[in-house]
Nanobody, 123 residues
């Protein structure tokens, strides 16, 4: 499985960005995709995930981005998006796309990561 992330950049506080992550390869077992981020000197943390469960999309967000970020998925394009609004300096980080298979909370097989895309929020 290969993940190609794009869409990072620099914006002022209050601005918006949209990240994209296109998956390719042997993706037929992947049912959970999402975004994590890592700021300088900090551990990588969850931003948002979207899971396909019983043909429904179940989303999960960290408390710090709820109400500001929206994750979505285009199954036809095997692409996940992260719409980020009302960006704050605390959102500055490298954002990583993630893909895996999760069944009843257990990860099966490998976890795949994209190459990371920088998001900088500064005035």
């Amino acid at each position: 499985v290969q993940l190609q992330a794009s869409g990072g950049g620099s914006v002022q506080p209050g601005g918006s960005l949209r990240l994209s992550c296109a998956a390719s390869g042997r993706i037929f077992n992947i049912n959970n995709m999402g975004w994590y981020r890592q700021a300088p000197g900090k551990q990588r943390e969850l931003v948002a995930t979207i899971a396909n469960i019983a043909k429904e999309s179940i989303t999960n967000y960290s408390d710090s981005v709820k109400g500001r970020f929206t994750i979505s998925r285009d199954n036809a394009k095997n692409t996940v998006y992260l719409q980020m609004n009302s960006l704050q300096p605390a959102d500055t980080a490298v954002y990583y796309c993630n893909a895996k298979r999760v069944v009843k909370g257990i990860i099966y097989g490998s976890t795949y990561w994209g190459q990371g895309t920088q998001v900088t929020v500064s005035s």
